[in-house]
Structures are given as C-alpha cells and as structure tokens.
C-alpha cells in the first residue's frame, strides 16, 4: 500500500504555483539519481495551470528539458489542431517554451492521426509506445509522476464511474466511447497502468469536488468512484484546494 498525502491551499492560484513547484523538484531530483525524469501530463483547467506556472517560474530552466519523458494520462480524440486537446493546451502552456527533445514527447495519436478515426487502433499504438518504453518484463513505465484531476462524479483520466474502463484489468490503454463527458470519444490510461507510477499526484480544486475527494480517502469502491483506484506505486499525493478539501 502507498503512502497517502492530503495537501491543502487556500485557493487555486496557490495550489497551481505550489504543484508547479513540487513538479519541478521532483523532475530535477529523479534527473539528479537516474539522469532522466518521466512525467505523465493531465489536462482541464487546474492541470494546465500547474504547467503555466512551471513556465513562469526561474527555476524550470535548472531542468535538463532533453532528458525529460512526457506522457499523457488520456486525450480527447479530437484533430491535432482543436483547441480542446490536451496536448495542444499542454504545448502552449509549456511544451512549446522549453528545450524539449521531441522525440520524448509523447502524445497519443489524434482523430486525424495515422490511424484515421480508429480509436481503437490507437489506443493500442500507445499501448505499444507505453511498453518499448518500459522496457523487457514491463508493460508500463514506472513514471516518476502521474498528474490527473478529477470530476466531481468521481471520475479520473478517462475512466468514468461503471464504464468499460474501469473494469479493464488486462490493457494499459484503452478506447473510450460514449463518455459523459464531452467529446464523447476519448483514450485513456487504466487503472493498472495508472498505479505503475512512483507517485500519483490528484490535484484539483472547487466545492464540487469535495465529497468525491472525501469518498475517495475513505476508500472508496473504484468501480462506483475511479478516482478512489488511482495510486502510485510508492506514493499519492492529493493536491487541493480549501474548497475542494474534505470538511473536518
């Protein structure tokens, strides 16, 4: 069982700034033990914040921008070029402002991609990425940090509550169909490849995510609230704000 951390921040803007910070460190000292740093990007608006902020902080460029493996925990399976794509939003919040090495940056494909608007086709493409990164025996990296959010239904990634998803036991990558949330198609991690990572970081914000943030620290059953599924190997870190917050 993972560790399990709960921090608060009194709004938004400081829980962007304060995550940005901890990312930074926390890529610059798996750079100081291994030479390289894997992270795995979430989107929506908390999630972009906290890259923002990377980029407007001084100490970003003591990251070794080459070294460092982005990933993504899922995608709306939309044109490279729509402006609600999280790799898009992740670029022009950050990506496209620091030395990354492109050939580590790993996005999953797009509704115009090469495999067409096969969904299905490439979420095993990134399963097949997932695994020559993670080298022989694995099928997952074991990544230094997954960043999600969370909605207030209990969902998390892609992976809404009694879905396909959250029963899939066997694949890292899945297809997602007829989410409740729009776009109605989409590609997301699960909930196996999730708990590969070192540290899980759950960060979000606002009253409408209180109760699911409560349930999922009381242990939750996943199936009804995937969040509560989502851990890291060696850590969870819930990231909040005072109102998302479990009252006390």
């Not at 608006?45 to 993504?72: C, N």
């Not at 020559?132 to 969370?150: H, I, K, M, N, S």
Request: net charge negative; hydrophobic share 45%; charged share 25%.
């Amino acid at each position: 069982m993972s560790d399990t951390d709960v921090v608060v921040h009194a709004d938004p803007d400081l829980l962007a700034a304060a995550c940005a910070a901890r990312l930074i460190t926390a890529v610059l000292d798996a750079q100081a033990q291994r030479g390289t740093a894997s992270v795995v990007l979430t989107g929506g608006g908390t999630g972009i914040a906290v890259l923002e902020q990377v980029r407007q902080s001084p100490a970003r460029d003591a990251i070794d921008w080459s070294r460092v493996d982005l990933y993504w925990g899922d995608e709306r399976f939309l044109a490279a070029d729509d402006d609600e794509r999280n790799e898009k939003q992740a670029r022009q919040a950050l990506l496209d402002h620091v030395p990354v090495d492109p050939a580590r940056v790993h996005p999953m494909a797009p509704a115009d991609g090469p495999f067409g608007d096969d969904p299905e086709a490439a979420a095993a493409d990134y399963a097949r990425v997932l695994a020559e990164a993670a080298g022989p025996g694995r099928e997952v990296p074991a990544f230094d940090v997954l960043l999600l959010g969370l909605g207030g239904e209990g969902h998390t990634a892609s992976i809404f509550p009694d879905s396909p998803a959250v029963h899939e036991q066997e694949r890292s990558v899945v297809a997602v169909h007829d989410s409740p949330k729009p776009p109605p198609t989409r590609i997301s991690l699960t909930l196996p490849a999730i708990r590969q990572a070192v540290e899980v970081w759950l960060v979000t914000t606002g009253e409408a995510k209180a109760e699911a943030v409560a349930l999922a620290l009381a242990g939750a059953d996943e199936v009804r609230l995937p969040v509560a599924g989502a851990r890291g190997s060696l850590r969870t870190r819930w990231l909040l704000d005072r109102a998302a917050a479990p009252r006390r």
